[in-house]
C-alpha cells in the first residue's frame, strides 16, 4: 500500500513565525504536491516537484516556498506566518515521468495537516 | 483550464439506500479520480478511472470519455459512507494540473 506521512494533523503558531511542513512517501514516487482546502474554494495546488531539488509554481504560491532535498520528502515552508494562511494543509504523491507536465499517474495523499495563524 | 462540476452538491440518504454521484468535466482528459474525504480530512483513492467501468466492493464507477462525464455508485449505503466526494481530474493539453470539482457532501443516516 502506498503510504503518504505528514509530520503534524494539527498546528498552531503565532503570525510572523516560520512554519515547516513535512510530508514523506515510501512508494520511490517520482512526484510531489502541496494542495491547500479552504472551504468555499475546494483543493488548490501550492507548488509541485517532479524530480528532487526541482520545483514548480501551482496556482497560489504566493507566501509559500518548498524543498525537496530527498525523493522521499517534500517540505512546504512558510516564511513568514499570515492569519489568512490558516488552512487545511495536504501532501500528495504519484509515479510521473520525469518531466512535469503530463502527469497522468494516480495521485495519493497524506491525512492533512490542520494549521492555524493566530 | 479545464472545468469540473459535481452533482448534487449534497445529498442526504437513509442507510442501506443507493445513489449516484455525478461529474461532468469540460475537456478531454488523462486521468480521472474519485476520492472521499472522511470527517477527519483524510482524501482516501476510490477509483483512478479516465474510461471505462470499475467495481470496488459497494462502489462502482463508470467514466463516459467521450461525453466527459463520470458518475459514482454507492449501494446499499452505510454510515460510515458519509463524507465528501471529489471528482478530480487531469486535462489532456500540455501544462495540465489535476482539477478538483466542490464535491459532493453525502450524509447517511441511521
Known amino acids: 500500500d502506498v503510504k503518504v506521512t505528514q509530520s503534524s494533523r494539527y498546528l498552531v503558531k503565532r503570525t510572523g513565525e516560520k512554519v515547516f511542513l513535512e510530508c514523506v512517501q515510501d512508494?520511490?514516487?517520482?512526484?510531489m504536491f502541496w494542495y491547500r482546502q479552504d472551504p468555499g474554494l475546494g483543493l488548490r495546488l501550492i507548488y509541485f516537484s517532479y524530480d528532487v531539488k526541482m520545483k514548480e509554481k501551482g496556482d497560489i504560491p504566493e507566501g509559500y516556498s518548498v524543498s525537496r532535498e530527498k525523493k522521499e520528502r517534500f517540505s512546504l515552508i512558510l516564511e513568514s506566518a499570515s492569519t489568512n494562511q490558516t488552512s487545511m494543509y495536504l501532501c500528495a504523491s504519484s509515479f510521473g515521468p520525469e518531466s512535469a507536465w503530463g502527469i497522468s499517474y494516480e495521485q495519493y495523499f497524506g491525512p492533512g495537516t490542520r494549521l492555524t495563524v493566530t | 483550464g479545464i472545468q469540473v462540476e459535481q452533482s448534487p452538491p449534497d445529498l442526504i440518504l437513509q442507510e442501506g439506500a443507493n445513489s449516484t454521484l455525478r461529474c461532468n468535466f469540460s475537456d478531454s482528459v488523462n486521468n480521472l479520480q474519485w476520492f472521499h474525504q472522511n470527517p477527519w480530512g483524510q482524501l482516501i483513492n476510490l477509483f483512478y478511472?479516465?474510461?471505462g467501468t470499475k467495481q470496488n466492493g459497494r462502489l462502482s464507477a463508470t467514466t463516459v470519455a467521450t461525453e466527459r462525464y463520470s458518475l459514482l455508485y454507492i449501494s446499499s449505503s452505510q454510515t460510515t459512507d458519509s463524507g465528501v466526494y471529489f471528482c478530480?481530474?487531469?486535462?489532456?493539453?500540455?501544462?495540465?494540473?489535476?482539477?478538483f470539482g466542490k464535491g459532493i457532501t453525502l450524509s447517511v443516516r441511521p
Open positions: 478530480a481530474v487531469l486535462g489532456a493539453g500540455a501544462n495540465s494540473k489535476l482539477t
Open positions: 478511472i479516465p474510461s
Open positions: 512508494m520511490d514516487h517520482e512526484n
